[in-house]
């Protein structure tokens, strides 16, 4: 079993940023592949971005590319999603997901984390 803990969301102002983080309990986060998605109210959850296991490959969503960024420090057990340009329609439950292999969708993820509110103010 691996434990995902996200950090706590926050209220951000457009244009602004924020850095989350997803640690994990358990398991050595460095054998697997971490997945961003998110879930806005009324909405279906969506794909965010990823990271492999290494770092070496990530995936983004069109709607994020250029303004959010996913990396990670297999050291400290931890992937850090940071949003940048945040926009009023990023707001979100944002959820951090584990799997031996990248992704690009909520099925191909084994572990998840609870979720963090973020919310973005215009």
């Known amino acids: 079993q691996v434990q995902l803990v996200e950090s706590e969301g926050d209220l951000v102002q457009a244009g602004g940023s924020l850095r989350l983080s997803c640690a994990a309990a358990?398991?050595?986060?460095?054998?697997?592949?971490v997945g961003w998605f998110r879930q806005a109210p009324g909405k279906e959850r969506e794909f965010v971005a990823a990271i492999s296991w290494s770092g070496e490959i990530t995936y983004y969503a069109e709607s994020v590319k250029g303004r959010f960024t996913i990396s990670r420090d297999n050291a400290k057990n931890t992937v850090y999603p940071q949003m940048n340009s945040a926009k009023p329609e990023d707001t979100a439950v944002y959820y951090c997901a584990a799997d031996p292999s990248i992704g690009w969708f909520d099925v191909e993820y084994e572990y998840w984390g609870q979720g963090t509110q973020v919310t973005v103010s215009s």
């Open positions: 358990g398991r050595r986060l460095s054998a697997y592949a």
